[in-house]
T-cell receptor
């Protein structure tokens, strides 16, 4: 619907597993984002990529590892997660204009519902 | 520091009545303000934004928001609520130093038939 797709939509993993979340945007945008949405907490920005370069890491634990191979794809690699990492992980993209930082609109994917057992 | 407050956890409205979802903000510099809606098991959908210009911003699905600089508010409004408007609404402000959106805690809107 928004031009941002995420797979899988649901994921259940054990604490020792390694898995990856995938995000793809079909909007031609130059920036991509990972957010975490936990119950009863505001959305938390995790990572920002502008032109494939990571420009923001919001003190995210190293068990979360992002990868942005090109401007259309964004991955979040997961390993040795904790039960408190269970949440909805949202990907977003935007077209950041030169000279007017902050005016762009972020468009979100449907999210991956992650459950860590 | 930039911040956003949504003082109401839930708003209840009868179908056909006007609705208001409140948002106040705190920023240094020009405020860039956004409203998003989230339906169950879905991502966030963009409704509208204020960057500059007219204080009354019109958005998707008949929603509008009024920017009030003196009250540092950006309340979301709709003249006539629909049951299908029932969802979680998020206000957000842009932190331009770090190019990130700062979200409020969200307000759950319940429209009753």
């Amino acid at each position: 619907e928004t031009g941002v797709t995420q797979t899988p939509r649901h994921l259940v993993m054990g604490m020792t597993n390694k898995k990856s979340l995938k995000c793809e945007q079909h909007l031609g945008h130059n920036a991509m984002y990972w957010y975490k949405q936990s119950a009863k907490k505001p959305l938390e920005l995790m990572f920002v990529y502008n032109f494939k370069e990571q420009t923001e890491n919001n003190s995210v634990p190293s068990r979360f590892s992002p990868e942005c191979p090109n401007s259309s794809h964004l991955f979040l690699h997961l390993h040795t997660l904790q039960p408190e990492d269970s949440a909805l992980y949202l990907c977003a993209s935007s077209q950041v204009p030169s000279g007017r930082l902050g005016t762009d609109t972020q468009y979100f994917g449907p999210g991956t519902r992650l459950t860590v057992l | 520091a930039q911040s956003v407050a949504q003082p109401e956890d839930q708003v209840n409205v009868a179908e056909g009545n006007p609705l208001t979802v409140k948002c106040t903000y705190s920023v240094s510099g020009n405020p860039y303000l956004f409203w998003y809606v989230q339906y169950p098991n879905r991502g966030l959908q963009f409704l509208l934004k204020y960057i500059t210009g007219d204080n009354l911003v019109k958005g998707s699905y008949g929603f509008e928001a009024e920017f009030n600089k003196s009250q540092t508010s950006f309340h979301l409004k709709k003249p006539s609520a629909l049951v299908s408007d029932s969802a979680l609404y998020f206000c957000a402000v842009r932190d331009t130093r770090y190019n990130k959106l700062i979200f409020g805690a969200g307000t759950r809107l319940a429209v009753h038939p």
